[in-house]
Antibody, heavy 124, light 107 residues
Framework: EVQLLESGGGLVQPGGSLRLSCAAS????????MSWVRQAPGKGLEWVSA????????YYADSVKGRFTISRDNSKNTLYLQMNSLRAEDTAVYYC?????????????????WGRGTLVTVSS | AIRMTQSPSSFSASTGDRVTITCRAS??????LAWYQQKPGKAPKLLIY???TLQSGVPSRFSGSGSGTDFTLTISCLQSEDFATYYC?????????FGQGTKVEIK
């Protein structure tokens, strides 16, 4: 079955760190760019970061640049998001999402597969 | 960043209605627009990409149109399972910004 499954969310204090994981199955993981998209409670969707199929290219939203790092391990079919210096405004459900292109600048950058999400709560 | 504005933000409709949601980009994005459906507590689901191409498995009552700055999502005959929140997203340039969402509620 084609699916994405996130893990690693939880409660963390402001200034703390957390690493999210997204396990992919049912498709050739290394052939597709992947992204993280978040949704604050009761709010809309916000794209956070993207990584190419090879992992050689990355892109970040200004709101997380310098604090978050996206990476992938194609041998484990897993996507990661290392989140440092967390703030209250980072509280959200974090989804991993698959694009139809291998590069982060490909034409088919929309998301055709989403995980169920993992909740990150930043609070003291 | 390109700003995406959806209208209306919410509305009520009845099963069988024809409904239209509008999405406007702050600058031209050609046809690099996708529509997603999200139900409470669930992940978004891709409905349409390239402004008007129906994703595989999505019912044909969904359709999309537009190019440049103005786009529409139409549901030709609203079904009970269509009550949800709908988001447009531009993927013309980074960041791939989303509209604020349109919630379709039961009248």
């Amino acid at each position: 079955e084609v699916q994405l499954l996130e893990s690693g969310g939880g409660l963390v204090q402001p200034g703390g760190s957390l690493r999210l994981s997204c396990a992919a199955s049912g498709f050739t993981f290394s052939s597709y760019a992947m992204s993280w998209v978040r949704q604050a409670p009761g709010k809309g969707l916000e794209w956070v970061s993207a990584i190419s199929g090879s992992g050689g290219s990355t892109y970040y939203a200004d709101s997380v640049k310098g604090r978050f790092t996206i990476s992938r391990d194609n041998s484990k079919n897993t996507l990661y998001l290392q989140m440092n210096s967390l703030r209250a405004e980072d509280t959200a459900v974090y989804y991993c999402a698959k694009s139809r292109t291998i590069t982060i600048f490909g034409e088919e950058r929309y998301f055709d597969l989403w995980g169920r999400g993992t909740l990150v709560t930043v609070s003291s | 960043a390109i700003r995406m504005t959806q209208s209306p933000s919410s509305f009520s409709a009845s099963t069988g209605d024809r409904v239209t949601i509008t999405c406007r980009a702050s600058q031209g994005i050609s046809s690099y627009l996708a529509w997603y459906q999200q139900k409470p507590g669930k992940a978004p689901k891709l409905l349409i990409y390239a402004a008007s191409t129906l994703q595989s498995g999505v019912p044909s009552r969904f359709s999309g149109s537009g190019s440049g700055t103005d786009f529409t999502l139409t549901i030709s005959c609203l079904q009970s399972e269509d009550f949800a929140t709908y988001y447009c997203q531009q993927y013309y340039s980074y960041p791939g910004t989303f509209g604020q969402g349109t919630k379709v509620e039961i009248k």
